[in-house]
């Protein structure tokens, strides 16, 4: 079984920043792709960021050059810094991963959801 657990999400002003982290545990070989969503209410879940194993990224047309996405792969972590932040991203992020079981095959997990709220 493989969690992803994130933090890092709170309120905060706009034109501020907050850094998510989100963690992946659990019993798996390896991870490819990780990514942030996110989900605004009354609207769907979109893509903020995603970032490839060989570290190859790529970013919502609204967030590119106020959000960065990285990872650490011998903490199999991901994160999403973001800075100028706008009250348009106020929502709730999840990440998810894409993860190797112990046969090699690939399946997406996703997190429990951390909330941003940004205040005008």
């Known amino acids: 079984q493989v969690q992803l657990v994130e933090s890092g999400g709170g309120l905060v002003q706009a034109g501020g920043s907050l850094r998510l982290s989100c963690a992946a545990s659990?019993?798996?070989?390896?991870?490819?792709?990780m990514g942030w969503y996110r989900q605004a209410p009354g609207k769907q879940r979109e893509l903020v960021a995603r970032?490839?194993?060989?570290?190859?990224?790529n970013y919502a047309d609204s967030v590119k050059g106020r959000f960065t996405i990285s990872r650490d792969n011998a903490k199999n972590t991901v994160y999403l810094q973001m800075n100028s932040l706008k009250p348009e991203d106020t929502a709730v992020y999840y990440c998810?991963?894409?993860?190797?079981?112990?046969?090699?095959?690939?399946?997406?997990?996703w997190g429990q959801g951390t909330q941003v709220i940004v205040s005008s």
């Open positions: 970032i490839t194993g060989g570290g190859n990224t």
């Open positions: 998810n991963a894409q993860v190797a079981d112990r046969s090699w095959n690939y399946r997406i997990y």
């Open positions: 659990g019993s798996f070989l390896s991870i490819n792709a």
